[in-house]
């Protein structure tokens, strides 16, 4: 079984920035896109941003600009730099991991981790 372990959200003020973490406990090359969602209260989860294996990557219009994803194969880790961080980015993040299984795909998430902008 996969497990994804998120940390690094918190309560930051609107402008600064946080870096999220996610830890997979297998290698990330087993996955062929890795990626980070919000689900705000009230609302859908959402897609941030999400890289595939052979790295590119894809981002949410409102965050283009201000959020990069990232990744340490060495580490089986996937990051979420957030700058600029306005209210409206305050939500739970979840990392999410997809992988297919007898040609089928297959979707992994973590626990999730508050991310709360405010003054």
């Known amino acids: 079984q996969v497990q994804l372990t998120e940390s690094g959200g918190g309560l930051v003020q609107p402008g600064g920035s946080l870096r999220l973490s996610c830890a997979a406990s297998?290698?990330?090359?087993?996955?062929?896109?890795m990626g980070w969602y919000r689900q705000a209260p009230g609302k859908q989860r959402e897609l941030v941003a999400s890289?595939?294996?052979?790295?590119?990557?894809n981002y949410a219009d409102s965050v283009k600009g201000r959020f990069t994803i990232s990744n340490d194969n060495a580490k089986n880790s996937v990051y979420l730099q957030m700058n600029s961080l306005k209210p409206e980015d305050t939500a739970v993040y979840y990392c999410?991991?997809?992988?297919?299984?007898?040609?089928?795909?297959?979707?992994?998430w973590g626990q999730g981790t508050q991310v709360t902008v405010s003054s």
């Open positions: 999410n991991a997809q992988r297919l299984y007898s040609g089928s795909p297959v979707y992994y």
């Open positions: 297998r290698s990330i090359f087993s996955f062929y896109v």
């Open positions: 890289m595939t294996s052979g790295g590119s990557t």
